[in-house]
């Protein structure tokens, strides 16, 4: 609170976690100095630079990566979000669904699977956590569409 504060464009993904993040540690943004920025990799330069005391960055980025590896610090990580949701269509049957998360789940246990994870930035699936998933929207605080767009909430 009450330090100048740099996040990614207020429409991107990863700022709606990080506000309802900071939201439930009791901070308002609203109510606080925000610049947004463009890229993830801006909001370190900032920070590195002077331009802001604290910035907001998904821990799985390359941003992040960077940052941690060169000395930078980590005040705080939220509990863990679905972010990565992959979806089906309606013409794949239960089975067929079974059978793509039994793939999705294997794929660390083979030194193929472990490039493909490391290729999109991951460790692995998780496909137990859809009924966290419909919830996602409740927690970043979307009502009638309000993270569509760039509408905030």
């Known amino acids: 609170k009450g330090q100048k504060i740099v996040m990614p464009e207020k429409v991107a993904y990863m ?5 309802a ?3 439930n540690q009791g901070i308002d943004l609203a109510k606080e100095d925000v610049n947004y920025v463009r890229e993830q990799e801006a909001v370190t330069f900032y920070v590195d630079n002077g331009f802001a005391k604290v910035g907001a960055i998904a821990s799985y980025s390359g941003a992040a990566r960077k940052w941690v590896k060169a000395g930078g610090t980590i005040l705080h990580k939220s509990v863990t979000q679905p972010y990565f949701p992959l979806v089906a269509g309606k013409v794949f049957s239960s089975e067929q669904i079974g ?7 294997a794929l660390p246990n083979s030194a ?6 490391k290729s999109i ?7 137990g956590t859809e009924a966290k998933l419909r919830q996602l929207l409740d927690w970043l605080g979307c009502k009638d569409g309000a993270c569509a767009a760039g509408k905030q909430p």
Do not use: N, P, S, W
């Not at 700022?15 to 506000?19: I, L, S, V």
């Not at 193929?112 to 994870?117: A, D, I, Y």
């Not at 930035?121 to 496909?127: A, L, N, S, V, Y």
């Open 15 to 19: 700022t709606k976690f990080c506000t």
């Open 21 to 23: 993040e900071l939201r």
């Open 99 to 105: 059978a793509m998360q039994k793939a999705l789940l």
């Open 112 to 117: 193929e699977g472990q490039e493909v994870l």
């Open 121 to 127: 930035g991951i460790q692995g699936f998780d496909t």
